[in-house]
Structures are given as structure tokens and as C-alpha cells.
């Protein structure tokens, strides 16, 4: 296996049993850059191929910090739902994008089965978009709207923080992907509340970067209108 990686032995909630998932060594965690809807670029190896787990036995997939955490109605709806059909098969090992997507459409449908919140569904959805976005797909656009719908309707009904993501930068994300998928009037607004937030001062630096997007977002409207 690739030495960057190594395996390590969880029992799934579901089934019950002890398996094995592949996670990658901290060390290797190398940060290469950061696209404007925080999509991270690492050096050596894509640490977002692994962050989804996958029980080979039963079906059950998540992220890998929310992989322990099922009520006891989730387990028997994962079981009536996915078990019941699962072909087992292993996701142990060295991932490419086509088996990370793989991987991560499990865990969005399990989260469909769970019923579980908007801001769960948003956040794996985007994820799918940007490893679609790594292989160059058009699969990622499709995606990105998803996670769009997922995070405003979380926007709308659920309180904040959303598990790690706070109010404003739940914003900015809602604005950029708004600007990505073509709809610029609706991230200029949203990029514009960000920019009037009061409580958005405590975070510069995104300010800074909802600016340069306002900015960006204006001119690509005004290049759409005037064709
Ligand atoms: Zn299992």
C-alpha cells in the first residue's frame, strides 16, 4: 500500500463488526492551495479520497468523524434499506476519484435513509463536487447545485453553528456557489450581506475574500448581460 496510508480497525455501528478503513498519515496532510469554496488542493496525496468510510460488509458510509455517531432508528433504517440489497465489496486500500465518488454517494445515501439534516446532505454533496472538479467532470456543476439547494434550505431552518460551520461562512459558501453555478444576482446579494455583516468583522479575512468575489461575480453579470 501506498506508505502515505495505513489501516485501522473500527466496528461498524451498523453491523456490528470490526472492519478496517484506510486513513491517511497526518504527516502527509500537506496543504497545496485553497479554491475560493474552500476546496483543498494537498500535496502527495488527495486526504479527501479517504475521508468517507465504508463498512465492505453492510453498506454503511460516512464521514469518518460522524461514522460512530447513529441513533438506534438509523442503524435499523440503514439495515432495511441498504443492507438488505448490499453487495459486500471493499473500499480498504489506495483510492482513485472513481472510488472516493463511490465512496461518498454511499454516505449521501445513507444520509437520504437517515432522513439526516440539510447541512449533512450539503456538506457531502459538496465534497462529490469537488472530486468531480479533480477528474475535470461535469458531474461537478450538477453537484455543486445540490449542495447549493442543501445549504440554503439549511440556512433557512437549522441553527448555528451547522456541526463546524458558522453562520457567516455558511454565507460566503451559499454566494460562491451561487457564482459557480452561473446565478450571479443571487451571490452578488449574498455576497454583499456579508459584506455589510456586523459579525462577519471577526472574520477578515473572509471579508476580504467575499470583496474580491462580489467584485468578480459583478463583472462575470455584466459579461453575461451584455451578450
Ligand atoms: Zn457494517
Known amino acids: 500500500m501506498n506508505e502515505l496510508l495505513y489501516n485501522k480497525k473500527v466496528m461498524c455501528p451498523v453491523c456490528n463488526r470490526e472492519i478496517e478503513v484506510t486513513r491517511v498519515k497526518t504527516k502527509a496532510c500537506k496543504v497545496l492551495s485553497r479554491d475560493t469554496d474552500m476546496c483543498v488542493h494537498y500535496e502527495n496525496i488527495n486526504v479527501l479520497f479517504y475521508d468517507v ?40 486500500g489506495e483510492r482513485d476519484a472513481d472510488k472516493a465518488i463511490e465512496a461518498f454517494k454511499l454516505a449521501l445515501l445513507t444520509l437520504k435513509v437517515r432522513n439526516a439534516k440539510s447541512s449533512e446532505v450539503a456538506k457531502v454533496c459538496l465534497r462529490i463536487a469537488w472530486l468531480y472538479r479533480f477528474k475535470k ?29 458558522d453562520e457567516i461562512t455558511c454565507m460566503y459558501i451559499i454566494a460562491e456557489l451561487f457564482r459557480r453555478v452561473g446565478i450571479f444576482d443571487e451571490a452578488i446579494v449574498w455576497f454583499s450581506r456579508i459584506v455589510a455583516s456586523p459579525e462577519a468583522r471577526s472574520k477578515p479575512s473572509l471579508i476580504d475574500m467575499a470583496r474580491d468575489q462580489y467584485q468578480l461575480a459583478k463583472d462575470q453579470l455584466a459579461l453575461a448581460d451584455s451578450n
Open 53 to 92: 468510510w465504508v463498512c465492505g460488509n453492510c453498506g454503511y458510509a460516512a464521514l469518518q468523524d460522524k461514522f460512530e455517531g447513529l441513533f438506534t432508528r438509523d442503524i435499523k433504517a440503514i439495515k432495511d434499506n441498504i443492507g438488505i440489497s448490499w453487495v459486500k465489496r471493499s473500499f480498504l
Open 137 to 165: 467532470s461535469p458531474g461537478e456543476i450538477k453537484y455543486l447545485k445540490f449542495a447549493l439547494d442543501s445549504y440554503n434550505h439549511a440556512y433557512q431552518n437549522e441553527r448555528f453553528p451547522l456541526d463546524k460551520l
